[in-house]
């Protein structure tokens, strides 16, 4: 018998798009691990889509073995984020949950290098940027709310509704 087919939580209506992605915060000495498509000008959390059936821990557990080919413990929920933003010509919504994340190995590191690539229908690329609000503004990591809480992350789970650009 065979697998189910896997569907990504990706509603696409021109021009509205809906997703549902799950993400990591992984340090090392003061830095962040940040992904982004190689052709694209701003960085990421590592993570995903989720699937259709999957929960949220599920989906990053997954992601970090086809990303970094990694296994992960999940250390706690920082915060949920309803997330409204403007990408592509998209008015877009998305659903994120955002876990803090310890790696079960030692991952590359490099204060200023890519680290680590991966082909993911993309070609995705890894480096580890300053985990500072400075630092992660100049890098345009995306959602920008993450600059502003990097240095006082919470205790618990945390639910936030963010407007960024365009989209609100």
Known sequence: ???????MIRIDRRPQLFSFRVAGLIFHDGYIL?????????????????EIGENSQETILREMREELHQ?????RLLWTVENFFSYEGY???ELGFYYLLSLAEPFPFHEEDIVH??????????????????????HRLKPQFIAERIERLPAGGEHLIVREGAAA
């Open 34 to 50: 940040a992904q982004r498509g190689a052709q694209d000008d701003y960085w990421a959390l590592p993570g995903g889509r989720a």
């Open 1 to 7: 018998m065979s697998a189910p087919a896997r569907h």
């Open 91 to 93: 008015t877009a919504h």
């Open 71 to 75: 296994e992960v413990r999940i250390e």
């Open 117 to 138: 690539r991966v082909e993911d229908g993309v070609e995705v690329e890894f480096r580890w940027l300053k985990a500072t609000p400075a630092a992660l503004a100049m």
